[in-house]
C-alpha cells in the first residue's frame, strides 16, 4: 500500500467527506477514491473494501489462465464489431500498440 502525506489544504477538502468519495481533477477524471478513517460508517466500508480487494487478489493469484495485452483485447474487439467507426477506432488504437511495443524494443 503507498501512503501519502496530505497537507493542510487536502485534510479540509477531504474532511467534507463522510462516506466512501471519488476524487476528481479540475477536468472531472477520476484520480481515485477516498474511505474517510473516523465517523459512524469508516469503519464498515473500510473493512469491506480491503476484504474485496484481498479477495481479488486471491482470485488472481489462483487463475491459470494466460493473460492477454491491450493490444490483444483490441484485436479481439475489432472481430466482433461491426460499426466501421468502432472498427476504425480499435485499428488506429492496435497500431499504436504496435509502434509503441516496436519501439520499445530498439
Do not use: W
Request: glycine fraction near 4%; charged fraction near 30%; include cysteine.
Amino acid at each position: 500500500m503507498t501512503h501519502l502525506i496530505a497537507d493542510d489544504a487536502m485534510l479540509a477538502i477531504l474532511a467534507r467527506a463522510n462516506e466512501i468519495a471519488e476524487i476528481r481533477d479540475t477536468s472531472g477524471h477520476v484520480v481515485g477514491f477516498y474511505a474517510p478513517a473516523s465517523g459512524p460508517q469508516a469503519q464498515a466500508p473500510l473493512e469491506s473494501i480491503a476484504r474485496a480487494y484481498l479477495s481479488e487478489l486471491h482470485r488472481r493469484a489462483q487463475n491459470q489462465e494466460p493473460g492477454r495485452t491491450t493490444r490483444e483485447v483490441f484485436e479481439h474487439l475489432l472481430a466482433m464489431t461491426v460499426d466501421e467507426t468502432s472498427r476504425a477506432y480499435l485499428r488506429k488504437k492496435i497500431e499504436d500498440l504496435k509502434e509503441r511495443d516496436r519501439c520499445a524494443s530498439l
